[in-house]
């Protein structure tokens, strides 16, 4: 999978207030653990925005 990098302007032109979606964002952590990357879920329910936070995963590299 390619990965993007999006800015909130163009992460919220994929949102559809009208439906209902699902987006598996991560991101990586610099300090103090570089090799790590935070993933996070959020769910969109016709408008109704939800951050739920994932468990890091050690990528090793």
Known sequence: MKRKIYS??????????NSSQVFFLVSKVSWPFPFASHPWIVTNEKGKMKRTEGIGNFTGG
């Open 8 to 17: 909130e302007k163009e992460f919220m032109k994929l949102v559809k207030k």
